[in-house]
């Protein structure tokens, strides 16, 4: 009797390849693409695919698209890989597509990482393209705007796959508990917040998702009962994010924005990048991080520096523009900025202090004299009448009234001597002297 080795066994396969999608209603994510009515669901559900691209991040589905097309089509389908395969294997594959053709049937050729293809090679599906032989599928994580000949690509549809949302993550993790194909005929505990840490963890990868789910499972704790425990020990030993995994609407979320607010006022850019690292590595949003700043620059920096506000709003394109992780060096410059400048909240507090009175005199009327008159009976009610223009003069001071009468004398803005508020300090201290005691000129 022969013996077995070790290299005889068939190895059991990763959970993300056994969980993989059979069909659409397994799919997770993509609903822009393959929600109810949606372009590309009708087509695979009518098997009337055309050639195209998928374009979009790992683990999002690209291949898992083409497996359910294959699954679905009467075409024949070819699976190609762009990693293993050169033009001599693609003239192979043509040729049986053209094979096929000529007895009525469509080929599908899908070509994975199809980036990885030089011009040439690209270059040897064109004809074959252009004639019908076969319909190409590429799935692609590179702009193929870059990457694919502009005259194949012209004749592909260009689909793009976006991150997967971390609710459909937890939705996806939920499934391989309880699916026979995954966990579901084992005693699993491991609680909704760990499910649900691992979602933001894998940030958008279904593939991520599924592995590090594994992994847990594997590593967790087994007790005299069966049941298999994982305990958030093994989460984080199993993901490197000891300190960083957190609920990003729980109360951790709200205690690091404000730990990264009030280290910044307390002028600290020490903890101020610390706490901004904490909240970036634990998969925070870095817009929702650059809008706090925006907010930061006027409510704690204000007119002491005007460029405060000027240098969030460009972190915050620079995050829009080129994410993560490369935005953690525009996002670490707004913050420290934010952290040296001179402080002011005298915007905060005036706004504080108007909006009482705005809420408490809602119908107070506008003074005649500031009222547009833009037809002859609003001028015939004094609309506008006695304004004084201050661009006519000499010093571009009026005494003009603004204020409703109720209001009159209320001071709103008091600057600060910080940085450059001091300066306006001073301005404003000049002009309300010569209002009191000065008429136009």
């Known amino acids: 009797m022969e013996q077995m080795t070790l290299f005889d066994r068939e190895l059991p396969k990763p959970l993300a390849d056994r969980l993989r999608p059979q069909d659409l209603e397994e799919y997770a994510g993509q609903t822009h693409l393959l929600g109810p009515g949606k372009v590309l669901r009708r087509l695979i559900e009518g098997d009337q695919v055309s050639s ?40 192979t594959v043509m040729q049986k597509a053209e094979e096929n053709r000529r007895f009525g049937e469509k080929t599908i050729v899908f070509v994975d990482e199809i980036h990885r293809f030089n011009k040439a090679q690209q270059d040897a599906f064109l004809p074959f393209v252009e004639k019908g032989s076969i319909i190409l599928i590429g799935a692609t994580t590179e702009n193929p705007s870059f990457e694919i000949n502009g005259a194949l690509l012209s004749r592909c549809k260009v689909f793009v796959l976006q991150d997967l949302k971390a609710e459909e993550l937890a939705g ?64 984080e030993q199993c993901t490197s994010k000891k300190a960083l995994l957190y609920d990003k609407k729980g109360e951790e979320h709200y205690n690091l924005i404000s730990a990264l607010h009030k280290s910044m006022r307390n002028s600290d850019p020490d903890a101020a990048v610390y706490w901004l690292a904490r909240m970036l590595e634990a998969g925070e949003d870095p817009l929702y991080v650059a809008r706090r700043v925006m907010r930061f620059a006027s409510e704690d920096v204000g007119l002491a520096d005007p460029r405060a506000l000027e240098i969030a709003v460009a972190a915050y394109q620079a995050c829009h523009f080129i994410g993560m992780p490369e935005c953690t060096v525009h996002l670490s410059q707004a913050v420290v900025f934010m952290s040296l400048a001179p402080k002011s909240n005298a915007i905060y507090r005036a706004y504080e202090q108007a909006k009482v009175d705005a809420l408490a005199q809602v119908a107070e009327p506008v003074p005649l004299v500031i009222r547009n008159a833009v037809t002859g009976l609003m001028k015939e009610l004094d609309y506008g009448k006695d304004y004084q223009y201050a661009h006519d003069t000499k010093g571009k001071l009026t005494d003009m009234q603004c204020l ?24 404003l201290k000049k002009i309300k002297e010569w209002k009191k005691g000065t008429h136009v000129e």
């Not at 097309?69 to 070819?78: E, H, K, P, Q, V």
């Open 52 to 91: 195209m691209i998928f374009w979009g991040p790992p683990g999002v589905g690209k291949t898992t698209l083409a497996r359910i097309i294959a699954n679905r089509t009467r075409a024949a389908f070819i699976d190609f890989s762009a990693v293993t395969s050169g033009i001599k294997e693609i003239k």
């Open 404 to 427: 409703p009468d109720s209001l009159l004398g209320r001071e709103y803005y008091v600057p600060t001597g910080q940085g450059e508020e001091g300066e306006l300090g001073e301005r």
């Open 172 to 235: 996806l993790l939920l499934r391989a508990l309880a699916d026979e194909r995954g966990f579901g005929g084992q005693k699993i505990h491991i609680s909704n917040d760990m499910i649900e840490m691992i979602a933001r963890f894998a940030n958008g990868d279904a593939r991520t998702a599924l592995s590090t789910l594994e992994m847990v499972i594997l590593n967790g704790e087994i007790g005299g009962d069966g049941f298999v425990t994982v305990t958030r020990e093994t989460l």
